[in-house]
């Protein structure tokens, strides 16, 4: 069963998912990024000098601008994944790129980690395709005994997975569990969807090869910068292959024909004025600043909880925007999640703990959730 089947999990609604980008109350959840950090300036004068320019009225590509095709290779180029323009297809952020792929695919069973990512499982759902979830602990890492059965009985046609920083867990794959996938997938004949959304977001990310590193196109991979410059600014890209790109761009062409071509070239302007790489280089050093603020807070939390015996632990991922709060088994986290929102705090709980982002909060309005949820858990306790 996959996690998200439970009844505190699912009682996130896609509303209140949407209510992540709203302070109040406090979103101790939230996967974005704060809204304060990014670059909103610098894209609505982005925005004036295309319009200026008469450029803004350039006609639609499907595939996507080629321009933005060009420079997202040559990004990925210098981080060794090796792509051509000519196999990347611009996409509404990363939603659209995970129905493309769903959509085009032959096979009716997707398999991927427990916890989802739950707008993929909602995703998977509407396709009518049959789910199988493969249990990742956020501090233990792969179960393969569990992994193989499930797969071996299964037989997904795709697997999705977030090689790095896994939304929600924050879990990031080591070298061996990367390598034994990549056997799995050519000892059982499926393909893989690989998002790496949250890799750039922190200076001090994991230096993992990707899957696509590993395995070259024989890998769907996706990414967006939806987080990183603007939420609505949807744009993201699939890497397909020669093979797969025009089913693929059938799909496309008949769900949505093309991105905003004025997105893409706001895009596009930044990455060649030198202004997205200005903005991503300062906003890895606050997220960083926030993540080690909030490792600090809950390592002294973890120690006063500790005294009264209740226990406590949390990940380091060391990137991306999220890490997971691990609770004692005795712990009712549908209560706690129940208990906080009156508090005005809104966690997303699964059995055994919940999400922690540490992106989204000012280390004050950090401090402040966590000294509720600690409260909370001394009077559970």
Known sequence: MILSDSPE???????????????????LSSVFIDPRLLPIKKIEK?????????????SNDPQGNDRLRIEIAKRLKKASIG????????????????????????????ATEDPPYFLARSLFEVNQKSMVG?????????????????????????????????????????????QWICEQSAANHFRILEDDWASDMMSSRTNHKSLRQRMGSSVFYMNSFTKKLFPGLRVGYLVANKASLEPLMAVKR?????????????LCELMVSGDYDEHLAELQVQVQKRYEASVEALEKMKIRLGRREIEFNFTRPMGGSVLWVGLSKKSDTEKLAHDLLKESVRILAARGGFKLGFAFLSEREMKKALQIVERLLLVAF
């Open 83 to 110: 792509v051509e323009p000519e196999e990347l297809i611009l996409t509404h952020g990363s939603q659209q790129a995970i129905d493309l792929v769903t959509r085009a695919m032959t096979g009716r069973v997707v």
């Open 134 to 178: 493969l249990p990742v602990c956020p501090f233990t890492g792969v179960d393969k005994k569990k992994w193989l059965k499930q797969i071996e009985t299964k037989k997904p046609a795709l697997v999705y997975l977030t090689s790095r920083f896994q939304n929600p867990s924050g879990y990031s794959y080591t070298e061996f569990e990367l």
């Open 254 to 266: 008949a769900s949505t024909s093309s991105v905003s071509g004025i997105l893409e070239q706001v």
């Open 46 to 58: 982005t925005i004036l000098k295309l319009a200026k320019s008469h450029r803004l009225s350039k």
């Open 9 to 27: 999990f699912r009682a996130l609604k896609y509303g209140q998912y949407l209510a992540q980008t709203n302070r109040n109350p406090i979103c």
